[in-house]
């Protein structure tokens, strides 16, 4: 085992411990391990299950409901795009087609620069000025595809 293999396994224990005593800590576990690493890394499902009793399906099944959670690490930025149906009604769905097939994505997709991870977003309470999007954690609101271009431009995309 190499040493940042060793140290990443340490992190993780130490991670574990220092949840695991919460009323409910599979979420705050998972959200420190996503804090820590970027993403909920493989290596840390066993020691997860282990350490609260759950099988490596309930895991699963928690990491898969909330999009939050990610198995691998996200671009430098993270643009995320609404789709709601106030924001589908007022265009989202053709701009979110529209930077998907552009910069050659599917959602959750990375560029191949490793600068922005495109994932959808189900409100960011911008109905009033839909469509909206969130570039890292600033909220957009009345989105166009030009809008939409001079973010991606912005973040590197």
């Not at 939050?68 to 671009?75: I, K, L, M, V, Y």
Request: with cysteine; hydrophobic share 45%.
């Amino acid at each position: 085992m190499t040493q940042s293999n060793t140290s990443d396994t340490d992190q993780i224990d130490r991670i574990i411990a220092a949840h695991s005593a919460l009323e409910g800590p599979l979420l705050p576990i998972l959200h420190a391990l996503q804090d820590a690493f970027g993403h909920v890394p493989v290596t840390a499902h066993a020691p997860i299950c282990d350490a609260l009793n759950i099988s490596k399906a309930e895991l699963h099944g928690v990491i898969s409901f909330y999009h939050d959670f990610r198995d691998t690490p996200a671009g430098r930025h993270v643009v995320k795009i609404c789709r709601a149906e106030a924001c589908q009604a007022m265009g989202g769905a053709a701009l979110a087609e529209s930077v998907l097939a552009k910069l050659g994505l599917d959602w959750h997709g990375t560029t191949a620069n490793g600068a922005v991870t495109i994932e959808p977003v189900y409100c960011l309470g911008l109905c009033a000025c839909a469509p909206a999007a969130m570039v890292d954690n600033r909220v957009v609101g009345r989105v166009n595809a030009t809008k939409l271009d001079k973010l991606l431009a912005e973040v590197g995309a």
